[in-house]
């Protein structure tokens, strides 16, 4: 994906390279916003990613993940380490580039959603409980909201027909915001693989917003995702999953960073 000059002059925010990959310099609020605005006139799938250190650093040693993101329409700095480094070395009068995480556009959009009746909303991902309790706890954060339809993919590998009938699940509602929440990799794959056949709305992979939110899952205490400390916070909560993870992705991240990638 490349954002060319006449392109962003259209849009409320700018783009900068992070690793190749042309990332948004904007805020929480204007990208919500925006997405808001752009799923109520687009007659064609825009897919949205949220992008921390992992998916970057994915995107730039795997060039089939590299050609997934390229595929996106909007790639959001989900990940204090991107976000320095979208501002470095930037002149004073440039654009500051802040954090735009998949669980905070989440929480951004569907406040909209609750008093705007244009808006529909859609949850793809996780299991029947979960869905039930994510739909209940926004719900109750802001009343007025209810999703136009949720969907738990099944937990094994997906057959044509799987996927065929989570395109008509997503159609028959005539949701317009769809949240994939299928975690990282497999939402932005899912996105990319089936754009050409996905009815028009907008899409977003937020992947653990869904556990966030539903209460599952405990974030961060704030000024730890405000320093970058977030990845350090889940990892002691889920050490087996994501040490690896975090230990491979953290250091090629510095390792492009000191090379000048």
């Given at each position: 994906?490349?954002?060319?000059?006449?392109?962003q002059?259209?849009?409320?925010?700018?783009?900068?390279?992070?690793?190749?990959?042309?990332?948004?310099?904007?805020?929480?609020?204007?990208?919500?916003?925006?997405?808001?605005?752009?799923?109520?006139?687009?007659?064609?799938p825009?897919?949205?990613?949220?992008?921390?250190?992992?998916?970057?650093?994915?995107?730039?040693?795997?060039?089939e993940?590299?050609?997934v993101?390229?595929?996106?329409?909007?790639?959001?700095?989900?990940?204090?380490?991107?976000?320095?480094?979208?501002?470095?070395?930037?002149?004073?009068?440039?654009?500051?580039?802040?954090?735009?995480?998949?669980?905070?556009?989440?929480?951004?959009?569907?406040?909209?959603?609750?008093?705007?009746?244009?808006?529909?909303?859609?949850l793809?991902?996780?299991?029947?409980?979960?869905?039930?309790?994510?739909?209940?706890?926004?719900?109750?954060?802001?009343?007025?909201?209810?999703?136009?339809?949720?969907?738990?993919?099944?937990?094994?590998?997906?057959?044509?027909?799987?996927?065929a009938?989570?395109?008509?699940?997503?159609?028959?509602?005539?949701?317009?915001?769809?949240?994939?929440?299928?975690?990282?990799?497999?939402?932005?794959?899912?996105?990319?693989?089936q754009?050409?056949?996905?009815?028009?709305?907008?899409?977003?992979?937020?992947?653990?917003?869904f556990?966030?939110?539903?209460?599952?899952?405990?974030?961060?205490?704030?000024?730890?995702?405000?320093?970058?400390?977030?990845?350090?916070?889940?990892?002691y909560?889920?050490p087996?999953?994501?040490?690896?993870?975090?230990?491979?992705?953290?250091?090629?991240?510095?390792?492009?960073?000191?090379r000048?990638?």
């Amino acid at each position: 994906m490349q954002t060319s000059e006449s392109n962003q002059s259209t849009l409320p925010y700018q783009t900068r390279q992070v690793f190749g990959f042309p990332v948004a310099v904007s805020t929480v609020d204007t990208i919500g916003q925006f997405l808001s605005e752009k799923a109520q006139v687009t007659d064609s799938p825009f897919l949205v990613a949220a992008a921390d250190v992992h998916v970057i650093t994915r995107g730039v040693h795997e060039a089939e993940f590299g050609q997934v993101l390229e595929n996106m329409d909007l790639i959001c700095p989900d990940g204090m380490p991107i976000v320095w480094k979208l501002n470095r070395g930037q002149t004073p009068d440039a654009p500051i580039a802040s954090r735009v995480s998949g669980p905070d556009l989440m929480l951004n959009m569907v406040e909209r959603a609750a008093s705007s009746p244009e808006l529909k909303h859609f949850l793809l991902g996780g299991d029947e409980e979960m869905l039930a309790t994510l739909t209940q706890k926004l719900g109750e954060k802001f009343p007025g909201f209810v999703p136009v339809g949720v969907y738990s993919p099944p937990f094994r590998d997906w057959t044509d027909e799987d996927y065929a009938e989570m395109r008509e699940k997503i159609a028959t509602s005539g949701a317009n915001v769809v949240w994939v929440g299928l975690g990282c990799p497999k939402q932005e794959r899912w996105m990319s693989d089936q754009r050409h056949l996905l009815p028009p709305a907008v899409y977003l992979g937020v992947g653990a917003a869904f556990a966030f939110h539903a209460g599952t899952v405990k974030r961060a205490p704030l000024w730890m995702q405000k320093n970058g400390l977030e990845w350090l916070y889940r990892l002691y909560k889920e050490p087996g999953r994501l040490f690896r993870r975090y230990l491979t992705h953290n250091s090629l991240f510095l390792w492009y960073l000191f090379r000048g990638k």
